[in-house]
């Protein structure tokens, strides 16, 4: 890079940050958008709100896949992150919907609360969701609504391609997640020089699996999977294995996807028939993940739907590209 590009990129950054300082200075960003403590210096990138010093270190504990808190003064800040703050617009926006339904003698932390009210108030805002309108909050279903929207948006077929223990029908499901499995890269050798590659995905005690392809190690699958999401979910956990004729299949790789930030984001948002094609969250690439790069989540002609590239784990080397939609039992 020249010295010219590297004073244009320096000015690029710098421009930017100038934009979140902008915005940091409006009213309604001044206070802590959870204790109202005065002058916040830290942020939460991917909920879009203005936090102190003491709310700050609650947001820390609940995890990158909830809050991914960063320092207005001392972090380095990406692009996307800016950028998903602008598009909030901060507290107030955000506070709008997180805390539109505070029950009636609720009271919210104030700057001198303890730390237990704080972390009470916050996990309950940001973690369990509690203050969203009851419209918008995850619900479960009953069990005769499970069963028809399982077949309505399943198929009669179903059961080929999505396989419940005993103990499945004891679970109430919240929505139906459509995974298509796009494609593989660089996946590793199992065989002398390739691999016959196949997808698993498992869910809580489901499974569904594609079909094999035969000596690729750029494999193109573009199969659609189905997978009903239980109340109590846990991270889609995604496997690849090379199919042998005569001994066990050999594995390929794995990793997890957390389902949190595509699932918490529609629920915020509500009826996605009833937006335009827009940015509603992201689940951010961190050393804790097997993101390959961030992974936003969109609304895309009326549906809620997350791309994701993710490079597999415990392997030499190897991604699995994937588009995932989810579609609640409420719509």
Not at 32 to 38: E, K, L, N, R, V
Request: charged share 25%; aromatic share 6%.
């Amino acid at each position: 890079m020249s010295s010219g590009d590297g004073a244009k990129s320096r000015r690029a950054a710098s421009d930017k940050m100038t934009k979140l300082r902008e915005l940091l200075h409006k009213s309604d960003n001044r206070i802590c958008a959870d204790c109202s403590a005065p002058d916040p210096k830290w942020a939460s990138a991917n909920i879009g709100v203005f936090i102190c010093l003491k709310c700050s270190g609650v947001h820390r504990s609940l995890g990158t896949h909830v809050s991914k808190v960063l320092s207005i003064t001392l972090d380095q800040w990406s692009d996307d992150e800016i950028s998903s703050m602008i598009e909030v617009g901060g507290n107030s926006y955000a506070n709008s919907i997180y805390e539109a339904f505070i029950p009636e003698g609720y009271h919210k932390p104030h700057p001198d609360s303890s730390q237990e009210e704080r972390a009470d108030f916050i996990r309950s805002k940001y973690e369990l969701q509690e203050f969203l309108k009851p419209s918008l909050r995850i619900v479960s279903s009953k069990s005769s609504l499970e069963a028809t929207y399982s077949r309505k948006h399943m198929g009669s077929n179903a059961s080929h391609s999505v396989s419940f223990n005993s103990e499945a029908g004891m679970v109430e499901f919240i929505g139906i997640l459509k995974v298509k499995v796009i494609r593989g890269t660089k996946l590793a050798v199992r065989d002398l020089i390739s691999s016959d590659p196949y997808v698993v995905l498992i869910l809580g005690q489901q499974k569904a699996k594609t079909s094999v392809v035969k000596r690729n190690l750029n494999p193109v699958w573009n199969e659609e999977l189905k997978l009903s999401v239980p109340q109590q979910y846990g991270p889609l956990k995604l496997q690849v294995f090379d199919h042998d004729m005569l001994s066990k299949d050999d594995k390929m790789g794995e990793a997890e996807i957390d389902l949190q930030p595509m699932i918490s984001a529609a629920t915020a948002f509500g009826d996605a028939d009833l937006l335009a094609d827009m940015q509603i969250g992201k689940w951010l690439k961190s050393p804790d993940n097997a993101l390959a790069r961030d992974s936003p989540v969109n609304v895309v002609n009326g549906k809620v739907k997350q791309e994701v590239s993710l490079k597999l784990q415990n392997v030499e080397s190897g991604e699995v590209d994937l588009e995932l939609e989810w579609i609640p039992l409420n719509q």
